[in-house]
């Protein structure tokens, strides 16, 4: 007896109560960065909805491996991670061929950024930011070193938890989706003025990727699965698109 197949072309409604409302007295800079008035709806530009597509030629084999395509003459300093999972539509099928970028602090807590003044010192070996596809399954990884906690001037002493930064493409630049994904066992995720915008608990549970020692490589480096659910009632929470997906 075959399966039944699953319906194409569907659309869940979206699940406007995961998602945080625009100001958020707590976390000041959505302050400025709130609308006061109603958004307005844009056609997209033919540019906007037929490209960039993206294809195994802009990727290089060591996009995806942190810990080597930016050091020189030494491994970067800090915990060695994987970071993997697949990327999925609201009926969990894979999404293949899919851009997906990171871009993180490194293991103290500082961006190789002209912008990042923090006391933490840069890391001579460790760039910080890595792309790759993903396969005909939705399935992605990433080798990189654990990114550190660090303060910022939102409150007398709030510190964002580690995090890294996650990019995904659809087949134009208008669908860029991003998002942020923490650790399973961080004290500081549920002390961050951002993560208390969200008021579903379970879209936060969304955002921590879990420890998998299944995927760890003995010895080298351990391992965390993050699945990112594009669309539907219950998908990932994007921060650029925080009235649904």
């Known amino acids: 007896m075959t399966a039944k197949p699953k319906p194409q072309g569907e659309f869940y409604q979206r699940d406007r109560g995961r998602h945080p409302p625009a100001l958020c007295p707590d976390y000041k800079t959505s302050v400025a960065r709130s609308p006061r008035f109603s958004l307005i709806s844009l056609q997209g530009?033919?540019?906007?909805?037929?490209?960039?597509?993206?294809?195994?030629?802009?990727?290089g084999p060591l996009d995806n491996d942190l810990i080597r395509n930016f050091a020189t003459d030494a491994d970067p300093v800090g915990e060695r991670i994987i970071v993997h999972g697949r990327v999925l539509d609201e009926n969990a099928r894979p999404v293949p061929n899919t851009l997906v970028e990171v871009w993180q602090a490194n293991a103290g807590g500082r961006y190789r950024h002209k912008n990042d003044r923090y006391l933490a010192a840069i890391d001579p070996n460790f760039g910080g930011c890595g792309r790759t596809l993903?396969?005909?399954?939705?399935?992605?990884?990433?080798?990189?070193?654990?990114?550190?906690?660090?303060?910022?001037r939102n409150g007398v002493n709030n510190w964002r938890p580690a995090h890294i930064h996650v990019s995904v493409?659809?087949?134009?630049?208008a669908q860029r989706l991003i998002t942020q994904l923490y650790f399973e066992g961080d004290p500081l995720i549920?002390?961050?003025?951002?993560?208390?915008?969200i008021p579903d608990p379970e879209?936060?549970?969304?955002?921590?990727?879990r420890l998998d020692m299944n995927a760890s490589v003995p010895l080298d480096s351990l391992a965390y699965r993050f699945d990112i659910v594009l669309r539907g009632r219950?998908?990932?929470?994007f921060e650029n698109r925080l009235e649904g997906n």
Do not use: M, N
């Open 45 to 59: 530009s033919a540019s906007e909805i037929t490209g960039p597509a993206f294809g195994h030629d802009d990727v």
């Open 134 to 152: 993903t396969d005909e399954d939705g399935y992605y990884f990433f080798r990189t070193i654990k990114p550190g906690a660090y303060p910022w």
């Open 169 to 173: 493409f659809g087949t134009a630049f």
């Open 190 to 197: 549920p002390l961050c003025p951002i993560v208390q915008t």
């Open 203 to 209: 879209a936060i549970q969304q955002l921590v990727a």
């Open 234 to 237: 219950r998908s990932t929470l």
